[in-house]
């Protein structure tokens, strides 16, 4: 049986593929905060995470969900046992609606403002990872090593410091919200969890 992250790779690539040869259907379910405010499309704060700009970013996504999800899964079943892979699925869509909060009411009556990609959920699932092993190695562009916990640092500090230059059409916005609740995420569940986090930090292995 296919765990559940690989079927949301197998259903957004599918989704992707589709609209990449079909405007009409980006144009109807990518993220535009003016729709949602105003014609409360709200299915657009979901439906925006199952299309993607290109195949590169396409990949990227589904490559960073295919590694980070299949660690979150071992994670929440050793420290979250019960209802697995509802929880992941959980965390994936309510990462979605979460990481473009602030992009919903910054851009709210900007009809002209889109955006697609489950960066913001695939942030979200990196970071509930690192929660869980925070010095375990992040292989930055494929081949530098370092600590999730750095890595998670700086993530947040260029995702912030890019969403306040403005300069592409990368929605770094989702990717800082995103990362954040990713990184919270299971203190939902069982909150004591922030102390194994603390104990994990500060083991220096």
Same mark, same amino acid.
């Given at each position: 049986?296919?765990? %559940?992250? *690989?079927?949301?790779?197998? %259903?957004?690539?599918?989704?992707?593929?589709?609209?990449?040869? @079909?405007?009409?259907?980006?144009?109807?379910?990518?993220?535009?905060?003016?729709?949602?405010?105003? @014609?409360?499309?709200?299915?657009?704060?979901?439906?925006?995470?199952?299309?993607?700009?290109?195949?590169?970013?396409?990949? *990227?996504?589904?490559?960073?969900?295919?590694?980070?999800?299949?660690?979150?899964?071992?994670?929440?079943?050793?420290?979250?046992?019960?209802?697995?892979?509802? @929880?992941?699925?959980?965390?994936?869509?309510?990462?979605?609606?979460?990481?473009?909060?602030?992009?919903?009411?910054?851009?709210?009556?900007?009809?002209?403002?889109?955006?697609?990609?489950?960066?913001?959920?695939?942030?979200? *699932?990196?970071?509930?990872?690192?929660?869980?092993?925070?010095?375990?190695?992040?292989?930055?562009?494929?081949?530098?090593?370092?600590?999730?916990?750095?890595?998670?640092?700086?993530?947040?500090?260029?995702?912030?410091?890019?969403? @306040?230059?403005?300069?592409?059409?990368?929605?770094?916005?989702?990717?800082?919200?995103?990362? %954040?609740?990713?990184?919270?995420?299971?203190?939902?569940?069982?909150?004591?969890?922030?102390?194994?986090? *603390?104990?994990?930090?500060?083991?220096?292995?």
């Amino acid at each position: 049986m296919l765990s %559940v992250h *690989i079927i949301l790779i197998v %259903v957004i690539c599918i989704v992707s593929f589709l609209a990449f040869n @079909r405007p009409e259907l980006m144009s109807r379910f990518q993220f535009n905060a003016w729709s949602i405010v105003h @014609r409360k499309q709200y299915l657009r704060l979901f439906s925006h995470g199952f299309l993607h700009g290109d195949w590169i970013h396409l990949f *990227i996504n589904m490559f960073v969900l295919w590694s980070f999800g299949t660690a979150v899964l071992f994670y929440f079943d050793h420290f979250l046992p019960g209802m697995t892979e509802v @929880r992941f699925l959980i965390l994936f869509f309510s990462a979605l609606a979460f990481s473009s909060f602030y992009s919903l009411i910054k851009h709210k009556d900007n009809p002209n403002y889109n955006a697609v990609g489950a960066s913001g959920a695939v942030s979200a *699932i990196v970071f509930a990872a690192i929660f869980f092993d925070p010095y375990n190695p992040v292989y930055l562009f494929g081949f530098i090593r370092i600590p999730g916990i750095i890595f998670g640092v700086l993530y947040l500090w260029y995702s912030a410091h890019m969403a @306040r230059k403005q300069v592409d059409n990368i929605g770094h916005d989702a990717h800082f919200w995103g990362a %954040v609740y990713g990184f919270i995420f299971p203190l939902f569940y069982e909150p004591k969890l922030f102390l194994h986090f *603390i104990e994990q930090l500060t083991s220096f292995r």
